[in-house]
């Protein structure tokens, strides 16, 4: 991850728990989005919920469980801006040691439903961030 990364912080709640008592998968995913509407908030100055925008692509590799009473770090980073759509990489770590890296690539959509071109403001603001 580069300096411009940016990074949002996530308590581990109860409800995030399986049975066997670790972070369930699907909540790192919920962790990715979290994060991501942070920085969209933050950095595009647009709420998530308004975007337009739907996941196209989701990856994740796990590395290691995620135990109660922790803190995720979640770094977000752009790697690609395309016409229609943008994509993010991800780093959740806990002290320091990596427990999971994913890659969503979203894609905004029209009033149809097609996919439609990005706000030049988005991408002034993902830009300067992109990875080598």
Same mark, same amino acid.
Not at 46 to 61: F, I, N, P
Not at 83 to 88: A, G, K, Q, R
């Given at each position: 991850?580069?300096?411009?990364? *940016? ?38 100055? =647009? ?6 925008? =739907? ?18 770090? =979640?770094?977000? &980073?752009?790697?690609?801006? +395309? ?6 990489? *991800? ?13 969503? =690539?979203?894609? &905004?959509?029209?009033?149809? +439903? @097609? ?7 988005? @991408?002034?603001?993902?830009?300067? &961030?992109? +990875?080598?």
């Amino acid at each position: 991850m580069s300096a411009d990364e *940016y990074t949002h912080e996530i308590e581990v709640q109860y409800r995030d728990l399986d049975p066997r008592a670790h972070v369930n998968h699907a909540v790192y995913v919920s962790y990715m989005e979290q994060a991501k509407g942070r920085y969209m908030a933050d950095v595009l100055e =647009v709420d998530l919920s308004e975007a337009g925008t =739907v996941v196209g692509h989701l990856e994740v590799d796990f590395r290691s469980p995620v135990e109660p009473g922790e803190t995720v770090s =979640v770094a977000v &980073r752009p790697v690609d801006v +395309g016409e229609t759509s943008f994509t993010l990489e *991800y780093t959740l770590t806990v002290d320091c040691q990596v427990v999971a890296t994913g890659t969503t =690539v979203s894609v &905004r959509l029209g009033e149809d +439903g @097609r996919p439609a071109a990005l706000p030049e403001v988005w @991408r002034d603001g993902l830009e300067p &961030r992109r +990875g080598e």
